[in-house]
């Protein structure tokens, strides 16, 4: 195995335990630093902005004494598929005998597809970050169509995944959540659409205020099936 790849430390911080973050699995949470957007409720600035801290051979090392009491590993951050040896560390992951799950804007459609193809993801969160026309003024990102064609892949392609969108009322109301679920509706997704609660911390990218009040479920569409997570 490379020695360079080994002590490479993409990696700001590990939770060592989760039941939430993948479903029907115990897992572990790796946070990889930096992402290629800017999303002002984002609270996890010093992942956005710092430096990896641990390197791959002691997040290998770690998962090596949890073989038989973990299922999963969440790759998330951040934005993991930035980290340009995701594939391999993939692969000595899959090695250990994980499922993984990755938690991904889905700006990077072709890393994506590899992982997909050669069997070394099992799950992935795709966030749905803004309506196409607010797209760029919510995540300071212009590649919303590299995400549409991540979107679009996915559903093809028959694979395990949700979408789930954070709401924060003074960034999307119900008419830009609804442009969402019409969307998803057209394209064919079959899944549960996720609607993520913003939470107030200080820390965030933007320096986002607290809501003055949350959107109203009742005005948003039932094309699909709908999961409210902290309303």
Known sequence: MCRDFLTDS???DITKFTTLDFPQNLASIFWFCRCNMRCPYCYNTPIVFGE?????QSALDFLATRQNR???VVLSGGECTLYPHLKKLCQEIKKLGFKIKIDTNGTNTTLIKELIQENLIDYIALDYKAPKQRFEEITKNKNFNDFMDTLI???RADFTFEVRTTVHSSLLNEDDINLIIDDLSSLGYKGVYHLQNYLHVEDTVGKTE????EIDISKLKEKIPLNFREF
Not at 210 to 213: A, D, N, T, W
């Open 10 to 12: 993409p990696l700001y």
């Open 153 to 155: 892949y996915l559903i």
């Open 70 to 72: 973990l299922t999963g």
């Open 52 to 56: 990896g801290v641990i390197s791959i």
């Open 210 to 213: 607290q809501q003055k009040k």
